[in-house]
């Protein structure tokens, strides 16, 4: 059975402009682009660090540190216990809303390369099909050849 290949025009109408989806997640309000920031560099080594680090000298000094200079003498650590709190609580929703933020960018950018690869596979199927009928009309060409040869 032969195919005749679709013409390119048509291929080409049928062609969308390819989306960059990166430029579209960034113009986003600034309170999403804060909580995708937040996101982004809490959960890092960096970050557990930097809060190990300050838990260790604020804990140290309220420990080792002469009274007087103690600013939350051991037993009581309240002032740690409601900072590390108040971290929890407002970290918490934003790294949430930050995750939330980048699935959707990530449907996004997976909806996008399903296009790409759905114009790709459209397009190899045209180019195959071109092949094929040029195949058949050199095939043809060839047998025309040869009866005159003859």
């Known amino acids: 059975m032969k195919h005749t290949p679709p013409p390119l025009e048509l291929l080409r ?7 960059f989806v990166k430029f ?30 300050w838990t ?5 000094w309220n420990i080792i540190a002469p009274k007087p200079l103690q600013f939350d003498p051991f037993p009581g650590f309240v002032f740690w216990l409601f900072i590390s709190n108040m971290i929890q609580i407002l970290l918490m929703p934003l790294i949430m809303v930050g995750q939330n933020l980048q699935e959707r960018h990530s449907d996004q950018r997976a909806e996008a390369d399903y296009e790409v690869n759905t114009k790709a596979e459209r397009e190899i199927e045209a180019i195959l099909m071109h092949l094929e009928n ?11 050849l040869e009866r005159t040869k003859d």
């Open 56 to 60: 260790i000298l604020w804990l140290g």
């Open 24 to 53: 579209a997640h960034r113009e986003k309000a600034t309170v999403e682009r804060l909580a995708i920031w937040i996101t982004d560099h809490v959960g890092t080594m960096g970050f557990f660090l930097i809060i190990l680090v």
């Open 134 to 144: 040029q195949n058949d009309m050199m095939l043809e060409i060839l047998k025309r």
């Open 13 to 19: 109408g049928q062609a969308k402009p390819v989306r």
